[in-house]
């Protein structure tokens, strides 16, 4: 069930924990409006932090990219799958433990951040911590899984599949979790999202009482926000669209669904059912024989608002989701 918020978002809520690719920026380019939105929000007293499962970029690199995009950005306002990743690392082993370092430049500061020693994969260690590294060699990976598998302790910065770059889209660091996984029968403790230890690290460092968790995908940013019992945006820059949407189980539904980041700065209603439609404004969904229709003339957010909840409803009925495939989605006005 999507919920309603009579005031802005950003009067509801203290902090924004604001994924970045496809939230923010798309590869190296903003997203239309974001900077302005993201001022909007701050300047009516909204935290506002940024946060990535990309383990190789440090912070720094993080924050110059956000303010070459007009999002005004320092160090302290990003947190990175890595920094999580050196927090559980020095949570369970204390300062000045030796770490098996399998990555970037990202990985192996934020092991230093935290007073951790990061070491080769032939040296004493405690544990291995693993990331996206371009620059990791593949007899490297062979070594450090055959300790992992022999009982050496492993934290994987993140799972995803896959990675944008500028030849496309390619294999993530997920893909080396995989690999090392199933050779070793051995499952990574994982600091992203959907993982909790990033979304706690973020709410530590950033201090927020109320925050809203803001992404692009279901898998990841939203399955992570009922990780840790927080509500969420889902905004419709990025991967996940209208099939995604209306297939979402429920531990992927997010509390509130925008446009974009001008979401934060409105106040968000929530439809109502109406026999077997659900309504909003002049926009009415329903899931006759398992096709979605909509009618109605009226605000883009608002079409959203009504497929989700008339998907939902339907998903939770028959088990399966609604055909939306006839459907034309309204343009962002
Ligand atoms: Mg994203």
Redesign the pocket.
């Known amino acids: 069930m999507l919920s309603s918020s009579s005031s802005a978002l950003c009067d509801a809520y203290d902090l924004a924990m604001l994924?970045?690719?496809?939230?923010v920026y798309v590869g190296p380019d903003a997203v239309p409006g974001a900077a302005g939105h993201l001022a909007a929000a701050r300047d009516r007293g909204m935290g506002v932090a940024f946060i990535t499962n990309n383990a190789s970029r440090p912070p720094e690199a993080v924050a110059t990219h956000l303010s070459e995009l007009d999002v005004p950005a320092t160090v302290d306002d990003v947190v990175t799958s890595a920094q999580a990743a050196a927090a559980v690392l020095a949570e369970r082993l204390g300062e000045g433990a030796r770490v098996v370092l399998l990555g970037g430049l990202g990985l192996e500061m934020a092991l230093a951040e935290r007073g951790l020693q990061a070491v080769g994969v032939e040296d004493e260690a405690e544990a291995v911590v693993s990331g996206y590294g371009p620059d990791v060699r593949w007899g490297d990976i062979m070594r450090a899984a055959v300790r992992i598998r022999d009982g050496l302790w492993w934290v994987a910065s993140n799972t995803d599949g896959t990675i944008p770059t500028p030849f496309g889209v390619a294999p993530g660091h997920g893909v080396l979790v995989d690999t090392v996984r199933r050779f070793s029968s051995v499952e990574p403790v994982v600091a992203g999202k959907p993982a909790r230890p990033l979304l706690d690290e973020t709410v530590r460092r950033m201090g927020g009482e109320r925050p809203l968790m803001v992404?692009?995908?279901l898998d990841t940013?939203i399955a992570g926000a009922h990780q840790v019992g927080i509500d969420s945006l889902l905004v419709l820059t990025?991967?996940s669209g209208l099939a995604e949407l209306v297939a979402a189980r429920r531990d992927e539904r997010p509390t509130y669904v925008g446009l974009d980041l001008r979401a934060l700065t409105e106040p968000q209603p929530a439809p109502e059912q109406d026999g077997g439609a659900w309504v909003l404004g002049d926009q009415r969904a329903e899931v006759v024989d398992g096709t979605m229709r909509v009618t109605g003339e009226g605000e883009p957010a608002d079409w959203w608002r009504v497929v989700a909840a008339a998907g939902w409803a339907w998903l939770d009925e028959t088990g399966e989701a609604a055909d939306t495939s006839g459907l034309a989605v309204p343009a962002a006005s």
Not at 19 to 23: E, I, S
């Open positions: 994924d970045l690719d496809g939230v992404g692009d995908r940013d990025g991967v």
